[in-house]
């Protein structure tokens, strides 16, 4: 199998037999375990050996594979230092907020598979057969909808992140606005005009999608880590193991969709583009631009979102405890400190970020 580069979209989308299902919140979800008790991802039987096949190929064609710097993820709001010390003063609700908008975000990753594919083979000059490009529409796209959201009677990493966030903290009181707060700011959100018209609106709709997802995905490893080391503290949790343990389970899932993406991106950047006025483009121009304006706005925009999310109603929230301005002191003291770097890595050569 491991020359294998062509799979159907029923191969995509196949998962290992379990020995046991994998249980949360009642609900059966995706994935399971092995006979020695290990969680296995789902839809990884040929997926995974896909991946790695088309990554070879890229190492074979001398193409570089796409890498995003550790360094441009910014921390997670509020630290996981921030977030034990109001636990231990009794302050759930801004934890309670943080793990809830996180589950919900994962439900809207069921959106790639409603992003529309161009004709590929017309957009790109060189052939793209036994390419995870090729396989977008056959099973990746699907397999990362499914993951996220879950799919007909198994749950996902939404119902995932909500039995994590339900284990350590004992099924807390969740605010009402958390959506509707959320949506408010994705709503204000000023979307970005056209940055390469000249290949066409679906295909820049496409790469652009391809290209936020994946940097979101690349900056959530800083989020399951933060998720692990507070929900995995046995004094602030009620099931530290259960709850560890399914964040584990979903950064296990995540490993696939970064590594598709960054693949078929990177295929991408190593080709030539058609644009719709019969000329051509590379592709490595189109997708570092892509890149470097998603990193961009993730770098100026993240931090402060979450931070104003958090602060809008922490206040209140500290009135609770025994003495709200120490602690609101002893919180402001453990603010992260992360400096913005300079360059994304992607800098085009002409392009107005």
């Given amino acids: 199998m491991e020359n294998k580069r062509t799979y159907t979209t029923e191969e995509i989308l196949s998962s290992q037999v379990y020995d046991e299902p994998l249980i949360a919140n009642d609900v059966r979800c995706h994935g399971g375990f092995d006979s020695e008790g290990i969680y296995q991802s789902p839809r990884t039987l040929f997926r995974t050996p896909a991946i790695q096949a088309w990554q070879n190929q890229l190492a074979e064609e001398g193409a570089a594979l796409i890498e995003i710097a550790p360094n441009l993820m910014p921390p997670q709001y509020p630290s996981a230092e921030q977030a034990k010390l109001l636990l231990r003063n009794g302050i759930r609700e801004p934890l309670v907020r943080t793990l809830t908008i ?33 396989h977008l529409g056959q099973g990746l796209f699907e397999a990362h909808a499914r993951d996220e959201s879950g799919y007909r009677d198994e749950g996902g990493h939404k119902q995932m992140w909500e039995a994590a966030r339900d284990a350590a903290l004992e099924n807390p009181n969740i605010p009402g606005d958390v959506l509707m707060r959320l949506m408010g700011r994705r709503g204000s959100a000023q979307r970005p005009g ?26 959530a490893e800083r989020t399951f880590r933060w998720g692990i080391d507070v929900l995995s503290d046995p004094e602030i949790s009620a099931a530290p193991e259960v709850a560890g343990n399914m964040v584990r389970n979903i950064q296990a899932d995540e490993k696939p969709h970064v590594e598709y993406l960054r693949t078929a991106l990177s295929e991408v950047a190593a080709r030539t583009l058609n644009t719709v006025d019969g000329k051509t483009i590379p592709g490595k121009t189109v997708i570092d631009g892509l890149l470097h304006r998603t990193l961009s706005q993730m770098i100026r925009n993240r931090p402060g979102d979450q931070r104003d999310d958090i602060r809008e109603g922490l206040k209140q929230a500290m009135q609770a405890a025994q003495n709200p301005a120490a602690l609101q002191d002893d919180f402001d003291a453990l603010e992260p400190v992360w400096t913005a770097p300079a360059k994304t890595g992607f800098e085009p050569a002409a392009l107005g970020a």
Avoid at 118 to 125: F, H, K, Q, Y
Avoid at 194 to 210: K, N
């Fill in 194 to 219: 056209p940055a390469f018209p000249e290949i066409g609106e679906a295909a820049e709709r496409m790469l652009g999608f391809m290209s936020n997802v994946l940097v979101v995905e690349v900056i």
């Fill in 102 to 134: 996180i589950s919900i975000v994962e439900g809207f990753g069921a959106m790639i598979r409603d992003v529309k594919i161009p004709d590929l083979d017309e957009l790109i000059v060189e052939p793209i057969e036994g390419t995870a490009l090729h």
